[in-house]
C-alpha cells in the first residue's frame, strides 16, 4: 500500500521563526512529490520536485528532495502569519495501466502567531 | 478563464438519501481526481481517472461512485451505503504524460443530516 507520512501534524510557531515540515513516502514507480498549502479550500500549488538534492525556493520557502532515504522537506523562513495554513505533501506514481495515481499524506498544520 | 469547477460549495441531504456531486474542468485535463478531506486531515483519494470511460478505485471508494463519460466532467456520488458522509470533498484534476501540478477545485461541503 502507498504511504505518505508528514510531520509534526500541527505546529505553533511565533511570526519570524523558521520551520521546517517533513514529509516521508513509501510508494511502488515514484514519479514526483508536490508541496501545497491549504488556507481555506482549495489547495495551491507550492513546488513539484522529482530529483535528489536540488533544492526548488521560492522567496521565504524552499523544499528538497531525497530519493535514496525517501524524505522531502519544507523550509519556511521568517515565518509571517499569512504563511499560516495546512500543508500538503503528495506522492504522484508513474502511469500504471491508464491511471496515475496522486496520493497526499496527512498534512500538517502550521499556525504563526505574533 | 481555465479552471475547475465544483458545484454546489454546499449541500445538505437526509441520511439514506444520495447525492451527486458536480465537477468540471476545461484546462484540457486527462487525469481527475475526488478526494475527501475530513476536520483536521489530509487528503484521501476516493477515485481517480486518466481517460473517459475508465476509473480507479482510489484507498476509500466504498460507498462512492463516479463516471467519466467526457474528459471534462467527473461527478462523484456519495450513495446511502456511505456511513460517514459528511465531509468536504476537493476535485483535482491534471495533465499526464510529463510532470505536472494538480488544479483543485473549490470544494464542496456536504452535510448529512
Known amino acids: 500500500e502507498d504511504k505518505v507520512v508528514q510531520s509534526p501534524l500541527s505546529l505553533v510557531v511565533h511570526e519570524g521563526d523558521t520551520v521546517t515540515l517533513n514529509c516521508s513516502y513509501e510508494v511502488t514507480n515514484f514519479r514526483s512529490l508536490l508541496w501545497y498549502k491549504q488556507e481555506k479550500k482549495a489547495p495551491t500549488f507550492l513546488f513539484m520536485l522529482?530529483?535528489?538534492?536540488i533544492e526548488k525556493k521560492s522567496g521565504r520557502l524552499s523544499s528538497i528532495l531525497d530519493k535514496k532515504e525517501l524524505f522531502s522537506i519544507l523550509n519556511i523562513t521568517a515565518t509571517q502569519t499569512g504563511d499560516s495554513a495546512v500543508y500538503l505533501c503528495?506522492?504522484?506514481?508513474?502511469?500504471?495501466?491508464?491511471?496515475?495515481?496522486?496520493?497526499f499524506g496527512t498534512g500538517t498544520r502550521l499556525q504563526v502567531t505574533l | 478563464d481555465g479552471g475547475i469547477t465544483q458545484s454546489p460549495k454546499y449541500l445538505f441531504r437526509k441520511e439514506g438519501q444520495n447525492v451527486t456531486l458536480s465537477c468540471e474542468q476545461n484546462l484540457n485535463h486527462d487525469a481527475m481526481y475526488w478526494y475527501r478531506q475530513d476536520p483536521g486531515q489530509g487528503l484521501r483519494l476516493i477515485y481517480y481517472s486518466q481517460i473517459v470511460n475508465d476509473f480507479q478505485k482510489g484507498d476509500i471508494a466504498e460507498g462512492y461512485s463516479v463516471s467519466r463519460e467526457k474528459k471534462e466532467s467527473f461527478p462523484l456520488t456519495v450513495t446511502s451505503a456511505q456511513k460517514n458522509p459528511t465531509a468536504f470533498y476537493l476535485c483535482?484534476?491534471?495533465?499526464?504524460?510529463?510532470?505536472?501540478?494538480?488544479?483543485f477545485g473549490q470544494g464542496t461541503r456536504l452535510t448529512v443530516v
Open positions: 522529482t530529483s535528489s538534492g
Open positions: 503528495a506522492v504522484a506514481l508513474i502511469n500504471t495501466g491508464t491511471a496515475s495515481k496522486l496520493t
Open positions: 483535482a484534476s491534471r495533465r499526464t504524460g510529463s510532470r505536472t501540478e494538480a488544479f
